[in-house]
């Protein structure tokens, strides 16, 4: 089990180095802009390295949205993403499940999913493969509660999605984290990467903030099984920069290998 840290795109080799991570996560862009990467200088270095890449894409991007200002530019960023992530070596770009619009018809995001990857497949395919990540809040959210997740992959499932659990949204979002693996792999049959973040606010507050272990609102031993029992790389995305994080990759090292 190979067990890392989401740190800053400035040299993340340097910052794996740090923290004795064997994984690392950034973005190649602005996570809040809808600017496409630029290419890095370090990218034949991070292909090189003994350490896993993933990229998360930024969070403006919501292929689900009825709204077609939002929603066409955020597939066409999904997809220069996934490129720029394949010339760094990386084997996932995480993206969040999206939402729709307070009465917008639900079943028109879970297709817009669909068309999203009918449109990259018009395009040659994504060059990296797409991990759904489940998300904390939102009413009219595709992938926070686990009956929207099984209608996500109804429509998105022939296309070879991965899948990205993150605990603390899990947790925020009300869903149990004591049997959530077994109950994701009935939908998805896959788990392919651990966000493995304690939460800071209640179980179902709906709230993405994330915290330390031992720290938050989540038992750690718990935190513990779901990493044990999914059996997937992880991805810390803890705060405390990498004194915080270091202490949370050798927490989950000591007790479940890596």
Not at 56 to 80: D, W
Not at 147 to 162: C, I, M
Request: proline share 4%.
């Amino acid at each position: 089990m190979r067990i890392g840290a989401h740190v800053d795109p400035t040299d993340p080799l340097d910052a794996a180095a740090t923290r004795e991570a064997e994984t690392v996560q950034f973005f190649l862009a602005d996570p809040q802009g809808w600017k496409a990467p630029e290419p890095r200088t370090d990218a034949d270095r991070l292909r090189a390295a003994d350490i896993d890449v993933y990229v998360h894409a930024p969070y403006v991007v919501n292929v689900a949205t009825l709204n077609n200002r939002i929603r066409i530019p955020s597939r066409k960023l999904l997809l220069s993403h996934a490129t720029a992530a394949a010339t760094v070596g990386a084997k996932g770009l995480i993206v969040h499940g999206g939402h729709v619009s307070k009465g917008d018809d639900i079943a028109v995001g879970f297709d817009n999913w669909r068309k999203t990857f009918a449109y990259a497949a018009e395009q040659g395919g994504f060059a990296t493969p797409v991990l759904i990540e489940n998300t904390a809040g939102g009413d009219y959210a595709c992938a926070r509660r686990l009956d929207a997740l099984a209608r996500l992959w109804d429509a998105v499932g022939e296309y070879d999605v991965g899948f990205c659990l993150d605990t603390c949204h899990a947790h925020a979002g009300g869903e149990d984290l004591l049997d959530i693996v077994d109950r994701i792999k009935a939908i998805t049959g896959r788990i392919d990467l651990i966000h493995a973040n304690d939460s800071k606010d209640g179980f179902g507050s709906g709230r993405d903030r994330h915290d330390n272990f031992g720290h938050g609102m989540i038992d750690p031993e718990l935190l513990v099984a779901v990493v044990r029992a999914a059996d997937a790389p992880v991805v810390v995305e803890t705060p405390g920069g990498a004194a915080g994080q270091t202490a949370d990759i050798a927490f989950l090292r000591d007790r479940v290998g890596g």
